[in-house]
């Protein structure tokens, strides 16, 4: 099976801006999560979708929102760019319905660069 | 103060040495525990996954969690340097997908 996928994997953008970036989970996998990693504050969990639902939410922000589709495919969007969102963001997917159903299987990121 | 707290290092080993990395975590209602191994410019991938108090082996690693303390530990025996990389430990409880990560350890094992 083709991993987790995320798009684009380098975004520069201007203050102010938002951005979306996209998430493709394992085939079969419907539960995605979000995550943002800064070297300040490390792994931060944004969001989690299942079903086109979102199922836990984070303490970050009403900027940072996001969206599952019918294909379990993923958006996260930033709304109004600050200099301090520049991070790698990551994105992860679960099969609920397998025996290790905690194993969460990570893409590579996408790298925002805020300026 | 964090809930998962992980010494980042860096911890420089040489090649053939038992590592040993360490959390310790502070919500009592974690019951999940997770290592992770992120090489620079890749997504983390899980190494170890233990539930509630005990021992886990699998090959050079074995992970260990006390819950009466709150410490998390993964142990690497015969370290290789291709074993450089960002230990990251994670918990969480029965709610579903949201880990909590220590900041992470950066581990270089030297030839």
């Known amino acids: 099976k083709a991993g987790v996928t995320q798009t684009p994997r380098y975004l520069i953008k201007t203050r102010g801006q938002q951005v979306t970036l996209s998430c493709s989970p394992i085939?079969?996998?419907?539960?995605v999560s979000w995550y943002q990693q800064t070297p300040g504050q490390g792994l931060q969990f944004l969001f989690e979708?299942?079903?086109?639902?979102?199922?836990n939410k984070g303490n970050f922000p009403g900027r940072f929102s996001g969206r599952q589709f019918s294909n379990s495919r993923s958006e996260m969007n930033v709304s109004t760019l600050e200099l301090g969102d520049s991070a790698l963001y990551l994105c992860?997917?679960?099969?609920?319905?397998?025996?290790?159903?905690?194993?969460?299987?990570f893409g590579p990121g996408t790298r925002l660069t805020v300026t | 103060q964090k809930e998962v707290e992980q010494d980042p290092g860096p911890l420089s080993v040489p090649e053939g040495a038992i590592v040993s990395l360490n959390c310790t975590y502070s919500?009592?209602?974690?019951?999940?525990f997770m290592w992770y191994r992120q090489y620079s410019r890749k997504g983390p991938e899980l190494l170890m996954y233990?539930?509630?108090?005990g021992n886990k082996e699998d090959g050079r690693f074995t992970a260990q969690v006390d819950k009466s303390s709150k410490y998390i530990s993964l142990f690497i025996r015969d370290s290789q340097p291709s074993d450089s990389a960002t230990y990251l430990c994670?918990?969480?409880?029965?709610?579903?997908?949201?880990?909590?990560f220590g900041g992470g350890t950066r581990l270089m094992v030297k030839p």
């Open positions: 992860a997917s679960r099969d609920e319905w397998a025996s290790r159903t905690y194993e969460q299987y």
């Open positions: 085939s079969g996998h419907r539960s």
């Open positions: 979708y299942f079903s086109e639902t979102q199922r």
């Open positions: 919500n009592s209602a974690f019951q999940y």
């Open positions: 233990t539930y509630s108090s």
């Open positions: 994670a918990s969480n409880n029965n709610a579903g997908n949201m880990l909590t």
